[in-house]
């Protein structure tokens, strides 16, 4: 006979699509050893349309399906899973982020401690290609492995969990810190929480692996960045100037931080110099994403943002789309 717990972590899944576009994450999640303490929050446009048997969901402490109608923000729709959630923790999953088996139990425990969040460790999960590589090193390479566990200044963003009654102090704010969320851990640094990497907690992510879709991707997620950046900044106009004239330094100096990460996870023969070019262009991308954002705000970017994040498997190459739905 199983023992019955209270969910002590919610974790939130965002679709626009039917059950099966997230049911490889659900499956990862099924397997979890803390699974009976979790409550599974799918977000959807439509109850109906999400089309989900009973089945694919047993097991869980909780589950709730939110409909929210059309969903053009995937920040709005967490609010709503956050006002919504039952649990004192909130983790933000994606449809192409797998979690190992003990996942949850590494941030659970990791959460009856005092951190506002804690994040795991981030690998690669499709490393056939080098615009895989290059997409994964420009987001999460300074949370592969190896990586040292403790309080740290900056948590994998999509990824990372959080203590439910902090995010919701935020309100209305909510959405616009998850867009960026760099924004929402230095805001919640600034207000004296800390941020804790337990990376024996460990997921792998699925990254953008065709050519046209990483650059798209990469110059999007520069915009929003810039945009959030200026606007939390109360920038002046002259301000936003400066950091105009200053984009060809930005690749520089991520490119310089990002070689330093290659060389620590020991991948610096396999990557370096293969990986470099892709690398170097998805970084220049971004900066020109970013000098627009400064120079003219957020325009629909979060939006356009939100199809590469919900629709990964279309931006993957064909090999990388058959290891997927073979999955």
Not at 66 to 77: F, K, N, Y
Request: hydrophobic residues 40%.
């Amino acid at each position: 006979m199983s023992t019955a717990y209270l969910p002590e972590m919610s974790v939130v899944l965002v679709t626009r699509d039917p059950f099966r576009a997230i049911r490889k994450t659900v499956r990862y999640l099924s397997r979890q050893t803390f699974r009976n303490r979790l409550e599974l929050l799918i977000v959807v446009p439509s109850r109906e349309r999400l089309d989900l048997e009973d089945s694919e969901v047993q097991g869980f402490g909780a589950v709730q399906v939110l409909e929210v109608g059309p969903i053009l923000s995937i920040s709005q729709a967490k609010l709503v899973a956050a006002r919504n959630a039952t649990a004192p923790v909130i983790a933000f999953a994606e449809d192409h982020c797998y979690p190992e088996p003990d996942w949850a139990e590494h941030l659970i425990k990791a959460h009856r401690q005092s951190w506002a969040a804690v994040g795991p460790a981030v690998k690669n999960a499709n490393p056939r290609t080098l615009n895989s590589w290059a997409s994964y090193l420009m987001s999460h390479a300074r949370w592969s492995e190896p990586v040292t566990t403790g309080p740290t200044d900056g948590l994998p963003w999509h990824n990372t969990s959080y203590k439910r009654d902090l995010l919701l102090e935020y309100g209305s704010e909510l959405p616009s810190l998850l867009s960026v969320e760099g924004f929402l851990q230095e805001s919640l640094a600034e207000r004296g929480h800390q941020l804790y990497l337990a990376p024996m907690a460990k997921v792998s992510h699925v990254n953008v692996s065709v050519a046209s879709s990483m650059l798209a991707h990469a110059f999007v997620g520069g915009r929003l960045f810039g945009a959030m950046r200026a606007r939390y900044g109360k920038w002046s106009p002259l301000r936003r100037l400066l950091h105009i004239v200053a984009t060809p330094l930005i690749p520089l100096v991520r490119l310089r931080r990002t070689c330093r990460d290659i060389r620590r996870i020991g991948e610096q023969e396999r990557l370096l110099p293969r990986a470099l070019p892709a690398l170097c262009v998805g970084l220049t991308f971004h900066a020109l994403g970013e000098l627009a954002g400064y120079a003219f705000g957020l325009g629909n970017v979060e939006q356009q943002y939100s199809s590469y994040e919900l629709n990964r498997i279309d931006h993957i190459t064909e090999e990388d789309r058959q290891v997927e739905l073979a999955g």
